[in-house]
């Protein structure tokens, strides 16, 4: 991809296009650092998110609201790491964009939809454990696997309309030059997204999970005297002692996932003149680097998935009916 020049001259994305974008240069051990790290992020992304979504879908017993909310999450994270992240490696190590409008338009279209379903999935996950930990009685009628299939199938949709109006009204903005995939949002939609897309959904899991933990730490501590006492548990007060252990299991995930998003957000309110391409690169990469992560505190925090795990790459049990 890369067009050899002279190593005083200035090499451009395309020679031949005057208004071609100018291309950084690299050199040789740089590109080859560059392509196997993020290579290897990308492969490590699709195959732990591949893990998580064999196990939930496979297993009969881990066919829950929780996890098929889970599953919905692993889904975009496994699309990041498989679409996302290597054309986005491309156009960090080449500075340079080699595929067109078209491409670009439906590269940035899935890269928006899966963003923001990503945050969607978290917002479901803390209503899914708000009612499981202050609302448990009502937690089997309210929350049943079909009313979670098809809020997560609306979820989908609404994002993905969402993104394609996004795309459609800025389309007609042009880049500073040609060989450049970005998208110019008006002020108004920059707006518009910064709501919708961060303080809206941040704001409902924060204070959710703010009642939750409030919740869970006086039923924990109730349970524990409980204990003290010599009294006998209840199979409700070991239930109840179990969701408040998922519910603080699943928001050290949203809490990590909104430690990489808030900085991404906050570079969106800060003009272009204040920040270097390299820490804006950087801040952008956390975002996507968060699609690894949340398999790897699946696997530090949930003992049904290292299980699951191992079923899996014993090929000679994962077959059995049992």
């Known amino acids: 991809m890369a067009y050899e020049t002279e190593d005083h001259e200035t090499q451009y994305c395309f020679p031949a296009i005057n208004s071609s974008c100018i291309k950084t240069k690299r050199s040789t051990h740089e590109y080859n650092i560059m392509y196997v790290f993020f290579s290897l992020l990308s492969v490590w992304t699709v195959l732990m998110n591949l893990l998580v979504i064999i196990s939930v879908s496979h297993f009969k017993k881990f066919h829950t ?55 969607s999935n978290l917002v479901l996950i ?5 009612v499981a930990v202050c ?23 609404f994002s993905t309309v969402y993104n394609i109006s996004i795309i459609i009204t800025n389309s007609q903005r042009k880049y500073p030059c040609y060989g450049e995939c970005t998208i110019i949002i008006s002020f108004a939609w920059t707006i518009t997204d910064l709501f919708v897309s961060f303080l809206f959904p941040c704001t409902i899991i924060i204070t959710l999970y703010l009642r939750i933990f409030y919740v869970a730490y006086h039923q924990v501590k109730v349970i524990n005297s409980l204990l003290r006492s010599g009294k006998h548990l209840t199979e409700g007060s070991v239930k109840r ?14 809490t990590v996932y909104l430690f990489c998003w808030i900085p991404y957000f906050s570079l969106s309110l800060t003009p272009n003149t204040r920040i270097t391409s390299a ?18 505190m699946y696997a530090i925090f949930y003992p049904w ?9 014993n090929l000679s049990k994962i077959f059995k009916p049992a």
């Open 279 to 296: 820490i804006a690169y950087f801040i952008l990469w956390m975002v996507y680097i968060n699609s690894g992560l949340n398999p790897l």
């Open 126 to 130: 803390a209503v899914d454990r708000y």
């Open 305 to 313: 998935f290292k299980t699951s795990v191992k079923h899996i790459l």
């Open 65 to 119: 609201p929780t996890n098929m909310l889970i599953l919905s999450l692993a889904v975009s994270d496994l699309l990041i790491g498989l679409i996302v992240m290597p054309l986005e490696a491309i156009r960090l190590i080449e500075t340079c964009w080699y595929f067109g409008d078209t491409i670009c338009r439906l590269f940035l279209l899935i890269m928006g939809l899966l963003l923001i379903t990503s945050l």
């Open 241 to 254: 002692k179990s969701e408040s252990k998922a519910a603080r299991i699943l928001g050290i995930i949203v």
């Open 135 to 157: 609302q448990p009685l009502l937690y089997p009628h309210k929350i049943t696997m079909t009313r979670t299939i098809i809020i997560i199938c609306v979820s989908w949709f």
